[in-house]
């Protein structure tokens, strides 16, 4: 049978075939989706003689009449998480293979970890502004020599030692009235990524209706079940590029090879808490082969973290359709920056500033300010939301990072929804509030947290009056 015949319904009587709703909606396979677990654990009572998946939730009292509300929500959660997989999957494989048309390479690969780039100063002609700053500071400072020392470095590290292609990208391609057709749909698909996210954020509210000794009834179980087994919001996590947030759950230490190409399973010597939160554990075969694919493959991150390297290397070199990031530009830029920090530091202090702990904070805030503006990413997204020129690529950077922050509120959505339904109790899967907590707090870096920092890290450092 081929997919016409799948969507109609074929009957003697219709000389035609008609596409009804419940053949195209699949509205059957919905009311089906609810079933009973056929298992012999003691703790799981009897299905009934004869009952099969469609028909009324048993009323008997072993079957809690609140299980469903806990089962349809999820499902509600997980349809919803399909549309999102789709729409940011779109993204990522359409800009990929219009990358590797353009370049005859592959998309390249982010590792916030390990950025590559140059150390050396830029200490070259056209930067005097900022070199003027930085001696005055260390005049007033001279403790913290350092610290205003990596502020002469903007824009040395990227995601490739050798931006050749990057380049060549924007001038073969990047200017055209095609890419920027494409941009506006994958605008679109992003915020639609959004919207249908913030809107499962209702589903709790549902949730929210049964009551804690009412969820207790069931709960128990559930082990060692836990939402930490959702394969596609796990898929949502890497297309967005959260693979530092992913990598210990899908290749804990000293694990093993599986059956899966890129997962370990946890082995004797894995430590206690990586079992966990081990994905071969936690998820059916299906969830580990797609989970373990997605891994392996670009992200979101990778289209924006690309996407700013070739802003910065056409900006740099003056090309038309990119913000201007010459040296003039970017002098000025940087000593903005290092003045707005030094203001903020005096603001109502006086001379408390001076003391040793005040000291301490600013050298913490210019380490954080070197840091951030030796990325290219952030430069260029912050020189790209101060030129209007560019308002496409601005439109699609600011639609991912509204999708960011959807996510982290989603996040924190379900984080007050647990605490408030089972307090400080273990997750049925082992992890609860303490483990939760740990994926919005960024306890080790921002990208375990957040799928494009240096769209976030931009929105500090803009300053008006740059372009005129």
């Not at 994958?186 to 709790?204: D, G, H, P, V």
């Not at 836990?226 to 947030?245: H, N, V, W």
Request: proline share 4%; with cysteine; hydrophobic share 40%.
């Amino acid at each position: 049978m081929d997919k016409a015949e799948q969507m109609t319904d074929k009957r003697p009587d219709h000389a035609i075939d008609i596409v009804k709703y419940s053949s195209y909606i699949n509205d059957e396979a919905i009311v089906k989706s609810l079933r009973l677990p056929r298992v012999t654990r003691e703790d799981w009572p009897t299905t009934p003689a004869g009952w099969s998946p469609g028909d009324e939730w048993p009323t008997l009292d072993d079957w809690d009449h609140n299980e469903v509300l806990f089962i349809r929500t999820h499902q509600a959660f997980e349809v919803w998480f399909a549309q999102i997989t789709h729409e940011l999957a779109s993204v990522v494989s359409d800009f990929s293979q219009t990358w590797l048309n353009n370049t005859a390479s592959e998309l390249p690969r982010v590792d916030l970890a390990d950025r590559g780039g140059s150390e050396q100063l830029l200490d070259s002609e056209g930067f005097e502004l900022s070199k003027r700053a930085v001696a005055e500071a260390k005049e007033n400072y001279p403790g913290l020599t350092s610290a205003f020392d990596g502020l002469l470095r903007p824009g040395c590290r990227g995601i490739s030692r050798d931006l050749d292609q990057i380049v060549g990208f924007r001038g073969s391609y990047g200017e055209s009235d095609e890419f920027d057709y494409k941009l506006v749909g994958y605008t679109r698909r992003i915020q639609r990524a959004s919207k249908a996210l913030l809107c499962t954020l209702e589903f709790f509210e549902v949730l929210a209706t049964m009551t804690t000794e009412e969820f207790l009834r069931f709960r128990g179980r559930l082990q060692p079940s836990s939402g930490f087994g959702s394969t596609q919001f796990r898929e949502i996590e890497l297309l967005a590029g959260l693979r530092e947030l992913t990598e210990p759950k899908l290749r804990p230490v000293n694990g093993a090879e599986c059956e899966y190409d890129g997962m370990l399973k946890p082995t004797p010597e894995t430590p206690f808490h990586q079992h966990g939160t081990s994905l071969y554990n936690a998820l059916t075969p299906w969830g580990c082969e797609r989970v373990a694919k997605r891994f392996g493959q670009n992200s979101l991150r990778d289209v924006v973290y690309t996407l700013l390297n070739a802003l910065y290397k056409a900006g740099a070199a003056g090309e038309k359709g990119a913000p201007d990031m010459r040296h003039a530009a970017v002098d000025q830029f940087v000593a903005m920056n290092i003045g707005e920090v030094l203001k903020e530091h005096f603001r109502f202090a006086g001379e408390a500033a001076k003391e040793p702990t005040a000291a301490g904070n600013l050298s913490g805030r210019l380490h954080q300010l070197a840091a951030s503006l030796a990325n290219i990413e952030t430069l260029s997204a912050a020189f790209t939301e101060m030129m209007k020129d560019t308002e496409r690529i601005s439109q699609f950077l600011a639609a991912c990072l509204e999708f960011d922050s959807a996510l982290l509120q989603w996040r924190d959505r379900h984080i007050r929804f647990v605490e408030s339904m089972i307090g400080t109790r273990r997750g049925t899967g082992g992890g609860g509030i303490a483990y939760l907590k740990q994926t919005v707090a960024a306890e080790k870096a921002m990208c375990f947290t957040h799928a494009f920092p240096c769209l976030w890290e931009a929105r500090t450092f803009v300053q008006k009056g740059i372009y005129r």
